[in-house]
C-alpha cells in the first residue's frame, strides 16, 4: 500500500462522513434491521431448530438492505467525478490508477461494514434481554459478518466497475442494482431444474444459500473463492477502465 | 529506457489483460468448485426456548 492510497482513503471516508445521505442511510438500516431483528425473534418462538442469526437470513425482508446498499454506496464513487471534472485532478495526480481504484472500494467497503453495526448491537441486546435462552455461537456472529462483509465486497466491486463506465449517478445505481438482482435470481433457478451440471453451477453462485451456511456457523471455500475471485475482476476491470480514460486525457 | 508502445500495441495489450483477468476468473472457479472444503465452526447449536417466555 502506498502513501497515496491512505491519503486517497482518508479523502474517500471523509467525503463520505460529510455526506447527508450516509446519515440517513445508516438510520434507515438501523430501523429495517431492527424491524427484521423483531420479525425473527417472534418467529422464533415457534422454531427450536434455528438461532436468531439463521432466521434473520431466511426472511426475504434482509435481502432488502444487503441488495440495495451497495449499489447506492457506489454509485457516485467515479460517476461523481466525472460529473463535476475532478476526475482530471485525479489523473494529472501523482497516484496510480489501482491506487485510485482500492482507496474507493476500500472506503465503500469500511462504510457498508459500518452500516451493520446497529443491525449487530441489536442482536446482542436481544441475546442479553432474552438472559442467553436462544445461544448463538461465536462462529455463528462472525461467520455471518465476514459473509455479509463478503457481499460487500462482490457488490462494491460491481458497483464501482459499473459507476466508472458512466458520468451519470442513477444509471450507474440502475445498472447496479439490476445486475445484482439479476445474480441473485438465477441462483434461485437451481431449485427448478433438474440436470445436475447446472444445479451444480447455480449453486455456486447461490447467494442465499451461502448466507446460511455461514449463519449457521459452516465454513465453504467455494463462496471465498468465487467472492474474492469476483472482486478482483471487478477491481482489475475498473482498473483497465481509468487506464483508458488517462489515455483520452 | 523503455520505449513508450505505440496506441496499437498499447490497446492489444489493454484486450490481452482483460482476457486474461476473465480466463483466470473462470479457472479460479472452476477449481474452486471442484477441490473445496467445508467445516462446521458451532457444531449443532440449536436454540432452546424452554426456559424463555416474551
New interface residues.
Partial sequence: MTKAFFVLLKREISSMAGSPIAYIMLVVMSLFTLFVIYGA?VN??Q??????LQLIFRSLPIWFPILIMSPLITMGLFAEEYKTGTIEMLMTAPVTDLDVVLSKFSAAVIFYSALWIPAWIDVIVFQVL??G?????L??YI?TYVMLILLGMFFGSMGLFLSSLTRSQLLAAFLSVISILVIFFIGLLRYQTTDPFVE?LLG?ILIIQHMIIFS???????PF??YL??T??FL??TQ?VL??KR?KA | MSKAPSKKQ?RLN?YI??GL??VL?FA??FI??KY????????Q????????S?
Fill in positions: 425473534a422464533l418462538e422454531t427450536s431448530q434455528m438461532n436468531i432474552t438472559d435462552a436462544a445461544p448463538i455461537h462462529a455463528h461467520l451444480d455456486y449457521e456457523g459452516v465454513v465453504d471455500s467455494r473463492i468465487f475471485s469476483s478482483l475482476l482489475a476491470l483497465r487506464a483508458v489515455l | 498499447w489493454h489483460s482483460i483477468f476473465i476468473f479460479i472457479n474452486g468448485n473445496y472444503e467445508r467445516k462446521n465452526f458451532a457444531g447449536a440449536y436454540t432452546d426456548l424452554g426456559s424463555y416474551p
